[in-house]
């Protein structure tokens, strides 16, 4: 079983920066990728970033150019650099960590982008 904790969420205004953290614990030496998810409200929760072992990333059109996935593996954290945030940005931001086809979520951590 892995546990995941996410935190870094808040209120921020239109072209703003926000940094959201991911923190796993449990049976993490098996994790085969982590990743980030949202929710805005009335929509389907979708991917923004993915950090697969090896360190290969991937990310939603929609926020390439502006959100930088990372890892640091010696604190079992993964990182969501958010930069010149908008509007449409605004959701719960949900971490995710797949473990041999299981994937297991986090609470989700808001986040306000204020235009």
């Known amino acids: 079983q892995v546990q995941v904790v996410e935190s870094g969420g808040g209120l921020v205004q239109a072209g703003g920066s926000l940094r959201l953290s991911c923190a796993a614990s449990?049976?993490?030496?098996?994790?085969?990728?982590m990743g980030w998810y949202r929710q805005a409200p009335g929509k389907q929760r979708e991917l923004v970033a993915v950090?697969?072992?090896?360190?290969?990333?991937n990310y939603a059109d929609s926020v390439k150019g502006r959100f930088s996935i990372s890892r640091d593996n010696a604190k079992n954290t993964v990182y969501l650099q958010m930069n010149s945030l908008k509007p449409e940005d605004t959701a719960v931001y949900y971490c995710?960590?797949?473990?041999?086809?299981?994937?297991?979520w986090g609470q989700g951590t808001q986040v306000t982008v204020s235009s």
């Open positions: 995710n960590a797949l473990q041999w086809g299981t994937k297991y």
């Open positions: 449990g049976s993490i030496f098996s994790i085969n990728a």
């Open positions: 950090i697969i072992n090896g360190g290969s990333t």
